[in-house]
């Protein structure tokens, strides 16, 4: 069965442009996404199957069709999912820590891709998973999964403009100097690991504000911002200025307090893909971060 990628009536303004100009500069549909449509779908005006060459006139309708997508090859396994909202374009799940976003070698099952897909298996839709935001095994927060490839590009393309706000709460040892601050240091992949990155003068451009929101008496409770999504970045970030994450063993901190990096991905902010409308979302610290910020505050 096809499922209807966009809908929309052509406007005024937009009258005299073709098809392919409309939907590519306006809509945000790919050069692939299109190429796609015209060879496996369908573009239709008023009903009509058409060419990208055509040129639209004010009032028509546009649609673009999409032939199914092939079934994901991610095994479904029911697991408890806390959704926070849900459209046709998008997905918000509020991923506890310990759980992989993604099956990898060495966590090839239980993952939050498997219990997304036989959620949507259950419901009879046929998707492939396409995280937007990915977060680390141990961190906690929100996270956005894409319904369609439209969608994903659109929000791909949000986070090359930084367009999308990502805001997350930190706890860190000791007290920073500054109540603000920023961090532009460039990230790569640490010799001879696999996994741990640091800060090297060859590594990708990364940026990370930080504002400090409490300090105790060995801790502070920061909020960061992410403006760009280097693997691992805040963590990386804050060990190079000196103030590692509370629990976070691989860069330095220390896990009496708390078994797992105190990170979380409080709130997100970003316009719709389809509407353009602002949503903003906001998730509570889970209680093993909640019992650490009243520790924090508690030994100021």
Known sequence: MSERLLHFQVAEDEQGRTVRD?????????????????????????????????????????????PSEQPETIQPQPMPLAIRYEDRDLLLIAKPAGMVVHPTRTHPDRTLANAVVAYWREKGEMRRFR????????????????????????????????????????????????????????IGLRPGSIIEREVRTDGQPALTRYRVLSRGAEMSVVELQLLTGRTHQIRVHMRHIGHPLVGDDLYGGQRSLIGRQALHAARLAFSHPRTGQLLCFEEPLPADMAELVKKCTMNR
Not at 24 to 41: C, F
Not at 44 to 53: A, D, F, K, W
Not at 165 to 180: D, F, I, K
């Open 131 to 186: 995280p937007v935001n990915r977060l680390d095994k141990d961190t906690s927060g929100l996270l956005i999964i894409a319904k369609n490839q439209w969608a994903h590009e659109g929000f791909a393309r949000m986070q090359r403009e930084r367009t999308l706000r990502r805001t997350y709460l930190a706890v860190v040892h000791g007290l920073l100097n500054q109540e603000t601050g920023e961090i532009a240091a460039p």
């Open 22 to 66: 409309l939907l590519q500069s306006t809509y945000g549909v790919s050069r692939r996404l299109l190429n796609r449509a015209k060879y496996d779908g369908e573009i239709l005006i008023n009903g009509e199957p058409v060419r990208v060459t055509r040129i639209v006139e004010a009032g028509d309708v546009v649609e673009v069709i999409l």
